[in-house]
């Protein structure tokens, strides 16, 4: 079973609020992975987890937190947006860094 | 010159055809490739891995050329339902992250 499972599917949420993204393999996969993707374009790299430790932050701002609490869990904490950070956020896991990743159906946000 | 770079389409063929999409990488040291397909307003799904010596799936076939640093995915007798985005994805390796090309987009019709 190659599922992995975000929540929640849509999120609209104001420029001040705190909301999180949440994700979850039961792959036993030890690589897991934000993608933040806009209409029309490719997704693109946030943040990577290996073996619950953060291995690549590609230069996000601090409004966005990643979490990971435990191998199968990923969160992505969200503080005080803006309204150009409206996108599909997705979530994707993969065995190791060096394998094919599995995603997520993704959250959409729409901030306000 | 882009890491990884499709065509973008739009490619629109009739049911049955067979359709042929290109990608290229620029990095050498890439290790792994990969096609994915996208459906609108829906993740994107691995469709294959490409290996060296090329492999197929039923209707569709993927190819490596490591010497001319491109990938091609090949799909024979097209329907309706292959009507998607089609993104070539490249793991450099050494940052351990893939690298998505922008997609090529397919339209098949009746």
């Known amino acids: 079973d190659t599922e992995v499972t975000q929540t929640p599917k849509h999120l609209v949420m104001g420029m001040t609020n705190k909301k999180s993204l949440k994700c979850e393999q039961h792959?036993?996969?030890?690589?897991m992975y934000w993608y933040k993707q806009k209409a029309k374009k490719p997704p693109e790299l946030m943040f990577v987890?290996?073996?619950?430790?953060?291995?690549i932050n590609e230069s996000v701002p601090s409004r966005f937190s990643p979490e990971c609490p435990n191998s199968s869990l990923l969160n992505l904490h969200l503080h005080a947006l803006q309204p150009e950070d409206s996108a599909l956020y997705l979530c994707a896991s993969s065995p190791g860094t060096e394998y094919e990743q599995y995603f997520g159906p993704g959250t959409r946000l729409t901030v306000t | 010159r882009k890491e990884v770079e499709q065509d973008p389409g739009p490619f629109n063929v009739p049911e049955g055809a067979t359709v042929a999409f290109n990608c290229t990488y620029s990095n050498s040291a890439s290790q792994s490739f990969f096609w994915y397909r996208q459906d609108c307003r829906k993740e994107p799904k691995l469709l294959m891995s490409?290996?060296?010596s090329g492999n197929e799936d039923g209707r569709f076939t993927a190819q490596l050329n490591r010497a001319s640093q491109y990938i091609s995915l090949l799909i024979r007798d097209s329907k309706l339902s292959d009507s998607a985005t089609y993104l070539c994805v490249v793991n450099t390796g050494t940052a351990s992250k893939l690298t998505f090309g922008t997609g090529t987009r397919l339209q098949v019709t009746l």
């Open positions: 792959m036993g996969h030890r690589a």
């Open positions: 987890y290996s073996y619950e430790k953060l291995s």
């Open positions: 490409v290996y060296s």
